[in-house]
C-alpha cells in the first residue's frame, strides 16, 4: 500500500513538474509609467496565444526608470523582452549585444507599437493658471520631472522644453537658458515616471507634473479622477514607445518564438485598443480616429527633426558633462 501510495506520489511530481516546464514564461522589463497598460496586455495576450496555439504562458514584469531597466538586462536580468519609451535604452542593450543590432527594423513603425507625449498635470483646478512652457519659468513655480539620466520620461520632458523655445525661432543659446530657468524651479527630480507622480501626489510636492499623457489615465485609476487637471502645451514632442526581443535571453531560455509573438501582438487591433484605454497613442489610424475625444491635437515636433536623433541627443544632453549637467548645477 505504502509503495503504491509512494509510486502515485511520485507520478503526481511528474506531473506537476512537466507541466511546469511545458508551460513559458517570458519576463517583460518595461518603463516605470507603462505597467498599467501591460497588466491589461498581458491578461489578453495570454488568452490569445491560449487560443491560437492551445499553449498556457505566464507573463512576469520588471519596471523602473527606462535606463535603470535597461541597465538591469545589460547587468544580467533575464528579462526575455524590453518595452521601453526611448529607443537610447534599446541601443545601450544592442552595442552590448544583449539586443540585436538591426533591432528597428524586427517590427513594423521602427518597433514602436505606440506613441505618447509629454504634458503637465497640474492640481484640481489649476490654482497657478499653468497653460504652456513659458509659465513653468515663473518664480515661485515648483516643478516635478523625472531624471533625465535615469529615465527616458525625463529625457523627453527636458527635449520638449528645448524643442519649444526651438520651434517658436529661439536659438540653441536661448533654448540653454530656458531649460536652465526650468530646473532651478524643479526641488526633486525623480527616478522614473512613477516615483515623479508619487512626489507630486502622495508627498504634496510641486505645482506641475511633467509626465507622459498616458500618466494621467493611470492617476485617475489609482488616486480617483479630479486630483489633477492635464493641460496641453501649444507645442511638444513625440515619444515613441520601442519594443526589442532580448537575443541573449531567448537563446538561453528558448522563448524567441514567444517573445516575438508578444510583441508582434502589441500591433494587433486588440492591442491597439487596450493601448487606447490607457491613454497611449495607438499607431493604428483607425484606433486613433476612434479615441480622438482622448487624443487631444497639438503641435508635435520628432526627435530627429530637431535633434538629429535620440543617441546625438543623449551624447550632447545626457551623458555625464552634457548639457543637463551643467544647466543643473548652473541651477543649484
Not at 504652456?132 to 515661485?140: E, F, S, Y
Not at 527630480?189 to 509626465?211: E, S, Y
Not at 487596450?274 to 499607431?283: G, Q
Given at each position: 500500500?505504502?509503495?503504491?501510495?509512494?509510486?502515485?506520489?511520485?507520478a503526481?511530481v511528474?506531473?506537476?513538474?512537466?507541466?511546469?516546464?511545458?508551460?513559458?514564461t517570458?519576463?517583460?522589463?518595461?518603463?516605470d509609467?507603462?505597467?498599467?497598460?501591460?497588466?491589461d496586455?498581458?491578461?489578453?495576450f495570454v488568452?490569445h496565444?491560449?487560443k491560437?496555439t492551445?499553449?498556457?504562458?505566464?507573463?512576469?514584469?520588471?519596471?523602473?526608470?527606462?535606463?535603470a531597466q535597461?541597465?538591469?538586462?545589460?547587468?544580467g536580468?533575464?528579462?526575455?523582452?524590453?518595452t521601453?519609451?526611448?529607443?537610447?535604452?534599446?541601443?545601450?542593450?544592442?552595442?552590448?549585444g544583449?539586443v540585436?543590432k538591426?533591432?528597428?527594423k524586427?517590427?513594423?513603425?521602427?518597433?514602436?507599437?505606440?506613441t505618447?507625449t509629454?504634458?503637465?498635470?497640474t492640481?484640481?483646478?489649476?490654482p497657478k493658471n499653468?497653460?504652456?512652457?513659458?509659465?513653468?519659468?515663473?518664480?515661485?513655480?515648483?516643478?516635478?520631472v523625472?531624471?533625465?539620466?535615469?529615465?527616458?520620461?525625463?529625457?523627453?520632458a527636458?527635449?520638449a522644453?528645448?524643442?519649444?523655445?526651438?520651434k517658436?525661432?529661439g536659438?540653441?543659446a536661448?533654448?540653454?537658458?530656458?531649460?536652465?530657468?526650468?530646473?532651478?524651479?524643479?526641488?526633486?527630480l525623480?527616478?522614473?515616471?512613477?516615483?515623479?507622480?508619487?512626489?507630486?501626489?502622495?508627498?504634496?510636492?510641486?505645482?506641475?507634473?511633467?509626465?507622459?499623457?498616458?500618466?494621467?489615465?493611470?492617476?485617475?485609476?489609482?488616486f480617483?479622477d479630479g486630483?489633477?487637471?492635464?493641460?496641453?502645451?501649444?507645442?511638444?514632442?513625440l515619444?515613441?514607445n520601442?519594443v526589442?526581443?532580448?537575443?541573449r535571453?531567448?537563446?538561453?531560455k528558448?522563448?524567441?518564438?514567444?517573445?516575438?509573438a508578444y510583441?508582434?501582438?502589441l500591433?494587433?487591433?486588440?492591442?491597439?485598443?487596450?493601448?487606447?484605454?490607457?491613454a497611449?497613442?495607438?499607431?493604428?489610424?483607425?484606433?486613433?480616429?476612434?479615441?480622438?475625444?482622448?487624443?487631444k491635437?497639438?503641435?508635435?515636433?520628432?526627435?530627429?527633426?530637431?535633434?538629429?536623433?535620440?543617441?546625438?541627443?543623449?551624447k550632447?544632453?545626457?551623458?555625464?558633462?552634457g548639457?543637463?549637467?551643467?544647466l543643473?548645477?548652473a541651477?543649484r
Amino acid at each position: 500500500m505504502k509503495s503504491r501510495l509512494k509510486i502515485a506520489l511520485a507520478a503526481a511530481v511528474l506531473a506537476a513538474s512537466s507541466l511546469a516546464s511545458a508551460q513559458q514564461t517570458l519576463l517583460n522589463s518595461s518603463y516605470d509609467v507603462a505597467r498599467e497598460f501591460y497588466k491589461d496586455y498581458n491578461t489578453a495576450f495570454v488568452a490569445h496565444y491560449k487560443k491560437t496555439t492551445g499553449k498556457d504562458v505566464k507573463i512576469d514584469q520588471s519596471h523602473g526608470g527606462s535606463s535603470a531597466q535597461a541597465r538591469a538586462v545589460a547587468d544580467g536580468l533575464d528579462a526575455d523582452v524590453v518595452t521601453m519609451n526611448t529607443s537610447t535604452d534599446i541601443d545601450f542593450l544592442a552595442e552590448r549585444g544583449v539586443v540585436a543590432k538591426d533591432w528597428t527594423k524586427r517590427f513594423p513603425d521602427n518597433a514602436s507599437p505606440t506613441t505618447s507625449t509629454m504634458l503637465f498635470l497640474t492640481r484640481n483646478g489649476n490654482p497657478k493658471n499653468i497653460k504652456d512652457w513659458d509659465d513653468l519659468i515663473k518664480p515661485g513655480i515648483q516643478v516635478v520631472v523625472v531624471n533625465p539620466k535615469t529615465g527616458g520620461n525625463g529625457r523627453y520632458a527636458y527635449l520638449a522644453a528645448w524643442g519649444y523655445v526651438k520651434k517658436k525661432g529661439g536659438s540653441d543659446a536661448q533654448a540653454a537658458e530656458f531649460v536652465g530657468k526650468l530646473y532651478k524651479n524643479v526641488p526633486v527630480l525623480g527616478k522614473g515616471g512613477r516615483d515623479a507622480t508619487t512626489t507630486f501626489l502622495q508627498r504634496n510636492v510641486g505645482d506641475v507634473l511633467i509626465t507622459f499623457e498616458s500618466e494621467v489615465v493611470s492617476i485617475n485609476r489609482e488616486f480617483g479622477d479630479g486630483k489633477v487637471d492635464a493641460v496641453y502645451p501649444s507645442i511638444s514632442i513625440l515619444a515613441e514607445n520601442p519594443v526589442a526581443v532580448v537575443e541573449r535571453t531567448v537563446a538561453k531560455k528558448g522563448t524567441g518564438e514567444l517573445a516575438k509573438a508578444y510583441l508582434d501582438w502589441l500591433y494587433s487591433d486588440e492591442a491597439q485598443e487596450i493601448a487606447a484605454k490607457h491613454a497611449l497613442r495607438p499607431r493604428s489610424q483607425a484606433v486613433l480616429k476612434k479615441h480622438a475625444d482622448v487624443f487631444k491635437p497639438l503641435q508635435l515636433f520628432t526627435v530627429q527633426e530637431l535633434f538629429g536623433s535620440l543617441g546625438e541627443a543623449q551624447k550632447v544632453h545626457f551623458n555625464d558633462g552634457g548639457q543637463f549637467d551643467k544647466l543643473y548645477t548652473a541651477g543649484r
